[in-house]
T-cell receptor, first 115, second 113 residues
Framework: DAMVIQNPRYQVTQFGKPVTLSCSQTLNHNVMYWYQQKSSQAPKLLFHYYDKDFNNEADTPDNFQSRRPNTSFCFLDIRSPGLGDAAMYLC??????????????FGPGTRLLVL | QKEVEQNSGPLSVPEGAIASLNCTYSDRGSQSFFWYRQYSGKSPELIMFIYSNGDKEDGRFTAQLNKASQYVSLLIRDSQPSDSATYLCAVRESTDSWGKFQFGAGTQVVVTP
């Protein structure tokens, strides 16, 4: 059963046109994460939530925003996408105690293409 | 700056052989370590986690941890073509209460028939 669901799987946008990526989780966990991953690079943490308490990394560009309206859903907004924002965007949550409570489980990702 | 280092590869392994992947980390206080497998174009998939020094086995996979040397490794026994992927090492930051991970850039493994 899918634990972390991301939509859409592929997103094409135009340079400068705002785009929103969505994530939902079925585990009802209070922690969620957004990562950006470019080809052959490590996933880079953009934002993380504990309930609605929100924290963005110091080097997350201002062009990126995030919202979490409830426990299950989380959104990543890119206000003015540039060519350098083309990447895989990964949403993650924590595992259940039996799965290793500190583990992070990823959704399938959204591949963003900027034209 | 906390860092996690992995050889990028590709690591070429004959089918049926053992693949050995290494990872070093700089955060001396880290206590939790993770290995993820990532197929091309897909998201990372958790393979194993290890918290204590020594070996931890799960099927064909064995994780090895040496905190004194700040070193964690992954062995894949009886390698199969389906094991061809990039393997990411992740370390939970010791000074962060949010459970943040530092990831390595991954080692690409290619299993040849």
């Amino acid at each position: 059963d899918a634990m972390v669901i991301q939509n859409p799987r592929y997103q094409v946008t135009q340079f400068g046109k705002p785009v929103t990526l969505s994530c939902s989780q079925t585990l009802n966990h209070n922690v969620m994460y957004w990562y950006q991953q470019k080809s052959s690079q490590a996933p880079k943490l953009l934002f993380h939530y504990y309930d609605k308490d929100f924290n963005n990394e110091a080097d997350t560009p201002d062009n990126f925003q995030s919202r979490r309206p409830n426990t299950s859903f989380c959104f990543l907004d890119i206000r003015s996408p540039g060519l350098g924002d083309a990447a895989m965007y990964l949403c993650a949550t924590r595992g259940t105690p039996g799965q290793g409570p500190e583990t992070q489980y990823f959704g399938p990702g959204t591949r963003l293409l900027v034209l | 700056q906390k860092e996690v280092e992995q050889n990028s590869g590709p690591l070429s392994v004959p089918e049926g052989a053992i693949a050995s992947l290494n990872c070093t980390y700089s955060d001396r206080g880290s206590q939790s370590f993770f290995w993820y497998r990532q197929y091309s174009g897909k998201s990372p998939e958790l393979i194993m986690f290890i918290y204590s020094n020594g070996d931890k086995e799960d099927g064909r996979f064995t994780a090895q941890l040496n905190k004194a040397s700040q070193y964690v490794s992954l062995l894949i026994r009886d390698s199969q073509p389906s094991d061809s992927a990039t393997y990411l090492c992740a370390v939970r930051e010791s000074t962060d209460s949010w459970g943040k991970f530092q990831f390595g850039a991954g080692t690409q493994v290619v299993v040849t028939p």
